[in-house]
């Protein structure tokens, strides 16, 4: 900002920048907490940067770990005066790196940070990375026949992944005493409450992270995927949806509350700069450093990729050891494990079979018995079948 200037119409415009700049570095910023802050700025001057600053950190951080890369990310957007007038010259501001020093440092080389304001007063905000060339993501709608297809096998992958309770209740060992059920079964003991019965609400609802490959590997399978993920999302209500490539970002905004169609639209344009190399450790790695809050024993964990990994399999085999700890299930889906001949021969899919619980290819949605456990272990001679628990589809030791 500039000193002496006051609430006039080229604010608005760098206040919606700053939230789009906020949203490229990963926080969660929804557009409730943009106009919370929109309002908390008319009750203070915005002259008063201590102010300000507080205004946005209380409107905005959701978490203690947020506030202090929010107040980092508030003194490099507004460090420097942009004016709208000027705005055709890009500003070059160097950017904090998504990942600590030690983790980013193997992987890549700091990627600049642009600012500018176009003629409107709009703030673009760009990254540029040389291993994620801007080459576009065109999804493609997908038949109808196959659309409903999916979204039935997401629905019977919400039923096996039911960790929540929902609205009907059943017959339980513990839980409250169902007097009904009890007077019915004390007819055979003469009318004498002897046993008693008891009932809980039935799980019926499942919790997903979605941590979706889009990097240049994947882009021939990105409709049936695209299909896939939003089917999820639009199925399953707890669903947070994360894009990766050499960086991920959350995507489940674009998703959620939008048709087929129109949440086409919005990916393929937001993923333009994602479409380069993979670094499925490093994403995954930052993922749990910044959304680890996410994944617990209720949560399933489902990671669509073909396992291509330019980085260190180490950072991926850790990262994955974590969240098979921490969550309830590890879901792999490979767009070629469909093909008979399929084999996990890729160094990311070796490192990531031991933590892996299910394995699945996009064709098990669209087919009902995709989720037998016969068929999934048949696609490789080293898994086995070890019913459906925790080790569901498990590498020999």
């Not at 969660?28 to 907490?33: E, H, I, K, L, M």
């Not at 500003?91 to 193997?106: D, G, H, K, T």
């Not at 297809?149 to 096996?160: E, H, M, N, P, T």
């Amino acid at each position: 900002m500039r000193p002496g200037g006051s609430k006039n119409a080229t604010f608005i415009p760098r206040l919606a920048g700053f939230v789009q700049f906020l949203r490229l570095q990963g926080f969660s910023v929804g557009t409730g907490a943009a106009l919370d802050c929109a309002r908390a700025l008319r009750e203070n001057s915005i002259l008063d940067r201590g102010s300000f600053r507080s205004a946005c950190l209380i409107t905005m951080a959701k978490s203690p770990e947020d506030v202090t890369r929010l107040g980092d990310a508030f003194d490099l957007y507004w460090s420097t005066y942009i004016d709208p007038a000027e705005g055709k010259t890009p500003l070059a501001v160097s950017a904090p790196r998504s990942l600590p020093q030690e983790e980013i440092a193997s992987a890549t080389e700091t990627t600049p940070m642009r600012i500018g304001v176009d003629g409107g007063g709009v703030v673009r905000v760009g990254r540029y990375s040389p291993d994620a060339p801007s080459t576009g993501h065109e999804v493609t709608p997908l038949g109808r026949g196959r659309l409903l297809a999916i979204r039935s096998g997401v629905r019977r992958l919400r039923r096996q992944m039911a960790t929540r309770p929902g609205r009907r209740e059943g017959p339980a060992r513990h839980g409250a005493i169902d007097f009904s059920a009890t007077a019915r079964h004390s007819l055979r003991q003469g009318g004498e409450w002897i046993e008693l019965r008891f009932r809980r609400r039935r799980k019926r609802l499942a919790e997903l992270v979605v941590l979706w490959d889009v990097s240049g590997s994947m882009r021939d399978h990105e409709t049936t995927l695209f299909a896939l993920v939003h089917a999820l999302q639009r199925g399953i209500r707890r669903t947070r949806v994360f894009a990766f490539g050499t960086r991920i970002e959350e995507v489940t905004n674009l998703l959620r509350g939008r048709s087929y169609a129109h949440a086409a639209q919005a990916i393929s344009s937001s993923l333009q700069p994602m479409g380069g190399g993979t670094r499925i450790g490093i994403c995954l790695v930052d993922f749990l450093r910044r959304h680890a809050q996410l994944v617990n024993g209720r949560t399933t964990v489902v990671v669509l990729s073909d396992g291509w990994d330019l980085g260190d399999t180490a950072h991926l085999s850790e990262a994955l050891r974590r969240i098979h700890r921490l969550s309830h299930l590890l879901v792999w889906v490979n767009p070629h494990a469909d093909d008979p001949r399929f084999e996990p021969a890729t160094a990311g899919m070796q490192a990531a079979l031991p933590h892996v619980d299910l394995l699945l290819g996009p064709a098990d949605f669209e087919s009902r018995t995709g989720f037998a456990a016969e068929r999934v272990a048949a696609r490789h001679p080293n898994l086995r079948s070890a019913g459906w628990r925790k080790a569901y589809i498990a590498a020999p030791r």
